[in-house]
């Protein structure tokens, strides 16, 4: 989809196009420059070309202030747990501080990013408010007939230290979400299963190589906060096979932590978004403690596929 400034210079090139076009008609036909307006003397199609340009602007203001009025609520709310589990939050500028005493920065209309360091088992915590383009006017159109179309999330990404993280894939996603990650995730494709919980709503599925990391990883407090908050858990993966560049590291960490979070309205971000964000928190530390033994299955399959993607690269 085209960028809501290129899609504004459009709609202003072609009312220039449209006055243009017409201007050359009437040279063309030897009238005169007034008589491009129509019989009742109204410049029809630059008045429908102007009001377009008008209400697109319209709504590129009054989309680009909700979306910060958000982001901007949502994060003085959970602002205090990260301050909490990190030493530093926010983003630096210049002066070693803040950039203008706020926490957020903001990367497009509809996306703000938050960061936090210092805090053990991991290198940091980027969260990325990435929120419906209500600043488009054909998005804002489409969101109004489908309101189910898209939602505002928080991502969530940690970088994990490499010695504080063991080798496995851990993660409980969203059923109808399943074919997309198998792309976009390529080691869901690879490493786990599918197995099933008993405690995991219907609209929730979990994929593991080792069966008994749902005993380790999801103790009863995790368990209920994910029951609890259904609507808007979307995703968790924890992946020592990570792909993804993660805070903007030159280098891909391979091993992380990825989150992904509906974010409620302000009246349900204690109900529903606080207690994911402890889950996630926890899950930190969890991760850290964590030792898998050295003949554990995930180990073991591990090295039996090592060996057959070297056969398979000599033979080639």
Known sequence: MFSVGIRMYVLGLFSLVVIFQNFSRSLASGVEVES???NDGDYEYEKYALSLVMVYAVVYLLGSARNRTIANRCMKKIAPLFEEQFQEIGFEGEDGLTSDGKLLHKEGQNVYLFYATGRRFCRGCLCSFRLKARQDLLSYVLYMLLPDFNHDFLYIDIPMNDLDMDQFVFSIVRADQLDILYHSMPELS?????????????????LTDWDELVEKLMPPDIKEAIRNCEAAFELMHLSDQNSTSLLSMENIPKKALRFRFRVPSVEKIDEQLVPLLKVTFDMIDLIGNLKIPSDAKPKVLRKVLKSKMKKRVKRE
């Open 36 to 38: 491009i307006q129509n």
């Open 190 to 206: 690879i490493f786990p299963r599918l197995v099933p919980l008993e405690f995991l709503p219907k609209s929730l599925s979990c």
